[in-house]
């Protein structure tokens, strides 16, 4: 059984910070691919951010380039993001996920990926 468990989430004033994490335990599995979603209420699940495990290309939504960051820790199976400036837009619950079918370029799309974590709230006061 493969988990992912996401922590960070929280409230935020509009212009602050937050880190989210997302371990992987359980039994070993290959992964191609990590990425970050998340839901607004009422709204469909879009994509955040997504890093190759290997290599670690990364891609961005266009709402948050240049404010968030996606890495990666291989050693601790732990996929990151790093979320700075944020707005009130950006309030949602952030789900990981993990690809583990090799693809070429960086998935960004809900069905590309096999696992999926909880979710974490984020709430950015204006």
């Known amino acids: 059984q493969v988990q992912l468990v996401e922590s960070g989430g929280g409230l935020v004033q509009a212009g602050g910070s937050l880190r989210l994490s997302c371990a992987a335990a359980g039994r070993t599995f290959s992964r191609s691919a990590m990425g970050w979603f998340r839901q607004a209420s009422g709204k469909e699940r879009d994509f955040v951010a997504a890093?190759?495990?290997?290599?670690?290309?990364?891609r961005y939504a266009d709402s948050v380039k240049g404010r968030f960051t996606i890495s990666r820790d291989n050693a601790k199976n732990t996929v990151y993001l790093q979320m700075n400036s944020l707005k009130p837009e950006d309030t949602a619950v952030y789900y990981c996920?993990?690809?583990?079918?090799?693809?070429?370029?960086?998935?960004?799309?809900?069905?590309?990926?096999?696992?999926w974590g909880q979710g974490t709230p984020v709430t950015v006061s204006s």
């Open positions: 996920a993990a690809d583990k079918d090799v693809r070429v370029g960086v998935p960004a799309a809900t069905w590309e990926y096999d696992y």
């Open positions: 890093i190759m495990w290997t290599g670690g290309i990364s």
